[in-house]
């Protein structure tokens, strides 16, 4: 084999091991003080192997922002429970697959719109509902990050800064968390 082609196959795989869409960076909240513990459910798009990948992204960002003690994956009927989803928004669709078919380096411009919802229960109740979305344009080519990741990062920022903000949820050692657990 010829050197350039062995040059060619050893980016091309490097390429496919290290995937297009990069990984999370952290969000730009850190809590000072923990939740009480609450179960945290997050539910994907779809159920690919790419939507599971995602999930685990977006979990392991939720608990890296220290505003959780203690997490319990599902649906708690006791306690409370954070449940985030993406709602179906707006994206390259088929241009993205057009692009890859054809290998052409054209960049082909598109909008999209990314979605997150966040719903806090108490003991199966749900208490409120914060929404977030992201418009904007981007261009469809295999050299281009496509948006999907910061755009997820920020609105899960925001949304554990409105989750503080709201004091839906006690911090541990908050006084009356005793009264709240033990009603009597």
Request: proline share 7%; glycine share 10%; with cysteine.
């Amino acid at each position: 084999m010829n050197n350039l082609f062995k040059v060619g196959l050893g980016v091309a795989g490097l390429l496919l091991l290290g995937g297009c869409n990069p990984s999370m960076k952290p969000l730009g909240y850190h809590a000072e003080k923990p939740y009480v513990p609450m179960s945290l459910m997050v539910m994907p798009e779809g159920y690919t192997r790419f939507d599971v990948k995602e999930r685990d992204e977006l979990t392991v960002a939720v608990k890296s922002s220290g505003a959780f003690s203690f997490v319990d994956h599902g649906f708690a009927r006791k306690g409370y429970g954070l449940v985030i989803n993406q709602p179906p928004g707006k994206g390259a669709g088929v241009l993205v697959a057009l692009n890859a078919l054809t290998l052409l380096t054209f960049p082909m411009p598109y909008s999209y719109v990314h979605n997150l919802t966040g719903k806090v229960y108490k003991d199966g109740e749900l208490l409120r509902t914060f929404t977030y979305k992201r418009e904007g344009m981007s261009v469809a080519a295999w050299y281009v990050p496509t948006p999907n990741t910061e755009n997820q990062r920020q609105m899960l920022t925001d949304l554990m800064r409105d989750l503080e903000a709201s004091a839906l949820i006690p911090h541990v050692g908050d006084e009356g968390l005793a009264a709240l657990d033990n009603p009597e």
